[in-house]
């Protein structure tokens, strides 16, 4: 791409659309008016884990006045899923969690529809749960999903028919026994981490109307508006150009807006409804346990080190809490086997990732994609070796982790990565090594690191798409299929756009997305639209300005070398002419002779990577696994009281290679929010449950870090090296903010107290208990 300057790329702009929501003139989903034709949903839910359906009675809630659509599994069973096709909308014969729909109701109003609800009958005859994975892998375990065998499946998803193990994803390489025979220490330990919820502030929300020529419109707070449309298309057999889904402004996703959860079951209620449009939100207990939750896990790890601290092998073993139904669960048992190792340098490796039906909510993406969880079992247990060999954790990382031209676990080499200047600038700014002095005689201070790595985890074809139009005035319309769910896509977008063309940022508006009108977008997830969109948004600007600076070339009988746009105006090197583009972007130019060239500008621009190459399923071994890793660490400073165990994190660095900032200011507050976000997790969140019955579905019994709770010192480093096909040298980092926040937390602690915890989160009473014991197991 001709693409030299950067006046725009690279500052930090507000956000485009902060006007809007500060104001609040921005409207999400439950903020749009249908009139009075609304109904209203409601979901009648399963009470138990697992169990056959004996019967349902329907027919109370059908004479009840008011409701006007009533609707089962019976009546729509077809099968969804992106990787793996096992989800009905509505339970047909089984139930497989509980919260798990069984039928719908349409009301005149919320209260008619609950009424409804409550008067479904439903009969069960229980069935034996599986609520722990590592159970549920064996060959004890009661089947789940005795039809494992026959759902459709992805050509890189290796399920296990006949057991719970919906993919198991492997990686054999080196020589284990010469990895084992090199080492001078050995050690082995096993790590958990439980399910958590995204609490996005929005809660799902969805409305869905059909029109007299049967075309379905759903409006959707979601992430994957076209894999949305894609999925519930595909199991309502209906055609994809018979539903359109418009997403308006999102009031946070973290992963739990991807795909689909709930949207497919409003579509079925709308189109019984004769064309009313039909509306379902999620309650904030709803959204607890029956949305997708992140999957828990139950790892084990061994590694073998020298004494000087280099890791000859490793092997691991990955348990993850796929609940009822894959979903995305099957490729985060990819991505985490892929990502193994961690960013390390390993020789031989072993690992197993095993993604275990059992009956708890529906495991799904969420911010890190498997990161922080196999992360928080890696990074201790170097710590831990690093401990009992007597060496500095932070020398034993910068000795192992990968550097260009390195060959990851999958055989991939490293592209240019900034990990060690990461580690080590991020190991500098929480004065590592230097002692911290705690606030009272009993309170102990401790510091930790944390490194991590992350690739964006998808098919190996997924596309974007973008077109730029102008309008009479020289400023242009930018359309993409990417989500702004508050990670600033559209503000991105327009920096982008603004530079590749040569226009002010203030010349550029960016549209929200509609499927019938904005261009392909897989998804936004995998911390990979800044890299895919950009890239598509580049090529649609080079198109358009290559239409614009052809038509003033040609009408001033110039060279196109000597051609360029500058703050809107095409100018010429050559003879310093300037014309605007408010007078040509539309219109064309007329020529010398009286005619007319050019007409309305419109530049299209696509990407899609075409290099990621299929991995060996024995062995997990392929030449590029996948399009790129980001890097990054994190250092951690906390306080504990020995007195009641309580913890405070005091202090957090973050350093993090994005290869180029398009917008500093937005790379800082990716990085702090993260580190936040890692830190609840780390110390408050977890989903409770009994038999699969979520215990505390609310804000009051489930905390989540406040602005109180955040530390005041959180230091962000930008590191910049570039990647080769990034939009400017451009990588993701939406998701990996939080990767290493919790096994740092953990580590400080150690240095703090002496003390080991296992188990997310690291609660007082765990810390508490630990120092009761002497050691570490909480």
């Given amino acids: ?212 020529n049967g075309k379905i419109t759903l409006w959707s707070s979601s992430q994957s508006p076209f894999a949305q449309r894609n999925l519930i298309a595909k199991s309502l057999g209906i055609g994809h150009s018979k539903l359109r889904v418009i997403t308006p402004y999102v009031g946070g996703g973290f992963g739990a807006k991807a795909g689909v959860s709930m949207e497919g079951a409003c579509v079925i209620m709308a189109m019984q409804a004769r064309g009313r449009p039909v509306k379902l939100v999620m309650s904030r207990a709803e959204e607890f346990y029956t949305t997708f939750v992140r999957q828990g896990l139950v790892a084990y790890i061994r590694m073998g080190m020298t004494d000087d601290g280099r890791i000859t092998a490793m092997q691991n073993t990955y348990y993850w809490d796929g609940g009822a139904y894959t979903e995305y669960g099957v490729n985060i048992t990819r991505a985490a086997g892929y990502s193994s190792t961690g960013p390390y340098l390993v020789p031989n490796v072993h690992a197993d990732s095993y993604c275990v039906y059992t009956n708890h909510p529906i495991g799904g993406a969420m911010r890190g994609f498997g990161m922080p969880e196999i992360h928080w079992a890696i990074e201790q247990h170097i710590d831990r070796m690093a401990t009992q060999l007597e060496l500095d954790p932070v020398e034993v990382r910068l000795l192992n982790c990968l550097k260009e031209g390195d060959e990851t676990v999958t055989g991939m080499i490293m592209h240019a990565t900034g990990l060690s200047q990461c580690i080590s600038k991020a190991a500098e700014a929480i004065e590592w090594g230097k002692p911290a002095r705690p606030s009272a005689p009993h309170k102990r201070r401790g510091k930790g690191i944390a490194a991590m790595w992350k690739a964006p985890a998808m098919p190996p074809n997924p596309g974007s798409a973008a077109t730029i139009r102008f309008n009479e005035d020289g400023t242009c319309l930018v359309n993409v299929g990417g989500v702004d769910m508050g990670q600033g896509t559209l503000t991105i977008a ?10 002010p940022i203030e010349d550029v508006r960016v549209n929200t997305v509609d499927t019938d009108y904005s261009p392909y977008e897989w998804q936004t997830v995998a911390s990979r639209i800044t890299w895919s969109m950009g890239n598509a948004i580049l090529r649609a600007a080079d198109e358009a300005r290559t239409q614009i600076i052809s038509m003033v070339a040609e009408v001033w009988g110039e060279n196109l070398a000597d051609m360029d746009i500058i703050d809107g105006n095409v100018v010429s090197y050559a003879t310093e002419e300037s014309i605007p583009l408010k007078d040509i972007v539309v219109y064309g130019m007329q020529k010398p002779d009286g005619t007319w060239i050019g007409g309305p500008v419109l530049g299209k621009g696509r990407f899609m990577p075409t290099y990621v190459t299929p991995l060996d399923p024995d062995t997990g071994q392929g030449k590029r696994a996948v399009v790129h890793f980001t890097t990054g660490a994190q250092g951690v400073e906390v306080e504990v009281d020995e007195e009641t165990g309580q913890l405070e994190v005091v202090r957090i660095s973050a350093a993090f290679d994005v290869g180029k900032a398009i917008n500093p200011d937005m790379v800082r507050t990716q990085m702090e929010g993260g580190a936040v976000q890692g830190m609840s997790t780390a110390l408050l969140e977890q989903i409770i449950m009994a038999d699969g019955k979520p215990l505390n579905p609310n804000f009051t019994d489930y905390r989540i870090a406040t602005a109180i709770d955040a530390p005041s010192d959180i230091e962000t480093i930008i590191v910049e090296v570039p990647q080769d096909d990034g939009p400017f040298g451009a990588r993701g980092i939406g998701e990996h903010a939080m990767v290493p926040t919790a096994p740092a937390i953990a580590n400080a602690v150690r240095d703090a107290l002496g003390i080991e915890i296992d188990s997310m989160p690291i609660t007082s009473e765990k810390v508490w208990e630990a120092m009761g014991k002497g050691n570490g197991s909480g």
Avoid at 494 to 503: F, K, N, S
């Fill in 1 to 212: 791409m001709a693409i030299k300057k950067t006046t725009i790329v690279g500052q930090s702009f507000p956000r485009v659309e902060s006007k809007a929501k500060v104001t609040g003139t921005a409207q999400y989903v439950d903020d749009m008016q249908f009139g009075s034709n609304l109904l209203h949903g409601r979901l009648k839910r399963s009470p138990i884990a697992h169990g056959f359906i004996t019967g349902i009675d329907t027919s109370k809630a059908r004479a009840l006045p008011g409701v006007r659509v009533v609707v089962t599994g019976q009546d729509f069973p077809g099968l969804t899923g992106l990787y793996l096709s096992d989800r009905p909308t509505f339970a047909v014969d089984r139930v497989r969690f509980v919260g798990e729909p069984v039928a719908g109701v349409a009301a005149d109003t919320p209260e008619l529809a609950e009424k409804a609800v409550s008067l479904i009958e439903v009969t069960y005859e229980e069935l034996p749960g599986v609520f722990d994975p590592e159970f549920g892998a064996s060959a004890e375990a009661p089947l789940i999903h005795p039809g494992l065998g026959d759902y459709q499946c992805a050509p890189f998803i290796f399920r296990q028919p006949g057991t719970n193990i919906s993919n198991w994803f492997k990686v054999r390489k080196g020589d284990m026994e010469a990895g084992w025979q090199e080492a001078d220490h050995i050690y082995e330990h096993s790590y958990r981490v439980p399910h958590v919820q995204h609490v996005p502030l929005e809660t799902h929300g969805a409305v869905a109307q059909i029109d007299g």
């Fill in 494 to 503: 327009a920096q982008l756009a603004a530079e590749g063309l040569g226009v």
